[in-house]
């Protein structure tokens, strides 16, 4: 079973429709006055979080004091961390503050980006006559991808994301002299919580922990305008650290046909259009969950539109040469093929599951069509489907339900005409 990040309090539901709207696997449903996470179906986009009015959805990371179990601590930091502080406040700034959090050593993911813009260029060219292929960049894309587009997953580039890159060139730069070494992720983003404990794409993650940037923004701005000394610590330029933002990995690329697209309902629209031979003009689609880019990410306080520019003033600043010597190609590869989860399949018995989608579509023909989500799903489809699976009952739906009480009372009156003769006296 995939494991979520995504989570729900339930002292604090209660039981709106909201979430269970804007989801956009429909991974969500409302049963006895609380909403319930189908986790097969989960992304971890983060979206039933930000719609969520009573804050009952949280992203769930590792405390920062998982670090104590290590002799030598490591951050990797996501490039939407820059987006924390002005411009003019340094990147060797943030990083160095990073450092008297208790880390041992930083190593920028914004490095490992610039690695996979060099890859993905090789890649197009080595693919011209194919494509168009999908970034690998966000892990709620690639399991988008994996759970309601399976006819794309050969047009995912199958290049490991900068976050695992840059965890196996730490771990490696640190040696085996230091002890027991760990490596965390500075986060924005749910869905990598849950990518290093599902990695689908490759044997076992080098990530040991995933910390939001909003667990250690607050003392990391105080430490920015403290008295600290600032150590050198940045290499990446801003090809790297404009990957933080929406059209940042397509604009790195030496490759004309790029497009940008962020937001989950943008990109299903995009992949449905892709999905039926709509979309051939592109060779490159850069696809990122959040609003914005992961500057949007549920792990991050900063408005992501003011963080958005900042990390662009940032690439501005900084340049655009990309690193020279990047290792090869193989380095950064998927090992393993990455699966369909296609949650459609309602039985892996097909005779069986033939059956049952008669029966679902028998019993949505049955509902009103109107989709208003007081059975507690999202849709009177998914609420036949849940039906069919043994999750909600036909009698859920007030229209229904009010249906068969309308013709319990009729029956019922009917019943009074033809009664006994004594029973029809009042005593």
Same mark, same amino acid.
């Given at each position: 079973m995939y494991e979520q990040s995504v989570q729900l309090i339930k002292e604090k539901c209660i039981g709106c429709t909201n979430c269970i709207k804007r989801c956009p696997t429909e991974a969500i449903r409302v049963q006895n006055g609380k909403a319930l996470i189908i986790s097969d179906r989960c992304l971890d986009c983060g979206e039933c979080i930000r719609v969520c009015q009573s804050n009952a959805k949280i992203a769930i #990371?590792?405390?920062?004091?998982?670090?104590?179990?290590?002799?030598?601590?490591?951050?990797?930091?996501?490039?939407?961390?820059?987006?924390?502080?002005?411009?003019?406040?340094?990147?060797?700034?943030?990083?160095?503050?990073?450092?008297?959090?208790?880390?041992?050593?930083?190593? /920028?993911?914004?490095?490992?980006?610039?690695?996979?813009?060099?890859?993905?260029?090789?890649?197009? /060219?080595?693919?011209?006559?194919?494509?168009?292929?999908?970034? #690998? #960049?966000?892990?709620?894309v690639v399991r988008l991808v994996q759970v309601r587009f399976p006819s794309l997953i050969d047009q995912i580039i199958p290049f490991i994301s900068p976050m695992e890159l840059a965890a196996r060139i730490a771990r490696k730069r640190a040696g085996d002299d230091k002890g027991k070494v760990g490596v965390f992720f500075i986060s924005p983003c749910a869905a990598k919580f849950s990518e290093i404990r599902n990695p689908h794409h490759f044997e076992e993650s080098q990530v040991d922990g995933v910390i939001g940037i909003k667990d250690i923004q607050v003392l990391l701005q105080r430490l920015i305008k403290s008295d600290m000394e600032t150590e050198k610590l940045a290499v990446a330029s801003g090809v790297g650290v404009g990957w933080g933002r929406i059209d940042g990995e397509a604009r790195a690329l030496a490759s004309d046909g790029v497009i940008s697209v962020d937001g989950i309902s943008n990109i299903i629209s995009l992949l449905e259009e892709l999905e039926n031979g709509k979309i051939d003009q592109f060779r490159f689609i850069e696809l990122m969950a959040c609003p914005g880019g992961c500057v949007g990410g549920p792990m991050t306080l900063v408005n992501p539109y003011v963080a958005k520019s900042i990390i662009q003033d940032r690439w501005d600043e900084t340049g655009s040469e990309v690193c020279g010597d990047c290792g090869t190609l193989n380095d950064i590869r998927w090992t393993e093929e990455l699966p369909s989860c296609n949650f459609m399949k309602l039985d892996d018995n097909y005779e069986k599951a033939m059956q049952m989608l008669q029966r679902l579509e028998l019993i949505e023909k049955s509902l009103p069509g109107i989709d208003c989500g007081s059975c507690g799903a999202p849709s009177c489809h998914a609420f036949a489907e849940d039906i069919v699976r043994g999750r909600a009952v036909i009698t859920s739906c007030i229209f229904v339900l009010r249906k068969k009480i309308r013709q319990l009372t009729d029956e019922m009156i009917k019943l009074e005409d033809v009664l006994p003769y004594r029973l029809d006296k009042d005593e």
């Open positions: #990371s590792d405390p920062i004091s998982i670090t104590d179990s290590y002799d030598y601590k490591i951050a990797i930091p996501a490039p939407s961390l820059y987006g924390i502080a002005d411009s003019h406040v340094s990147t060797d700034r943030i990083l160095t503050g990073l450092k008297h959090l208790g880390f041992d050593d930083v190593f /920028e993911v914004a490095s490992a980006a610039e690695i996979i813009t060099k890859r993905t260029n090789e890649f197009l /060219e080595m693919n011209e006559k194919d494509g168009p292929f999908i970034s #690998s #960049s966000c892990p709620a």
